[in-house]
């Protein structure tokens, strides 16, 4: 299944985006482009040493991130 979500700017849930600066999969450009349309709750975490495993990349950091998420203190 393939989903389009160029026209999609309403979600119903918060919105995350975990982004690596150097992701040659999904460019910063069209994810920050992307992430400025949303109108719904959202928040962006940018990898400044990451391309697209920032979980790999930045092991440490992208943890506390997470944790912080589950533990509502983020």
């Known amino acids: 299944m393939t989903v ?7 979600f ?9 600066r150097y992701d040659y ?4 450009k069209v994810a ?10 959202k928040r962006i975490y940018w990898f400044e ?5 920032p979980q790999w990349c930045e092991a440490s ?3 506390d991130i997470v944790i912080g998420l589950i533990n509502g203190s983020d």
Do not use: L, R
């Open 61 to 63: 950091k992208f943890n």
């Open 12 to 20: 119903q849930v918060p919105v995350i985006f975990i982004e690596g």
């Open 4 to 10: 389009n979500f160029e026209n999609i700017k309403q």
């Open 49 to 53: 040493k990451s391309c697209h495993f």
């Open 25 to 28: 999969q999904v460019s910063a």
């Open 32 to 41: 920050e482009e992307y992430y400025n349309n949303i109108t719904s709750q």
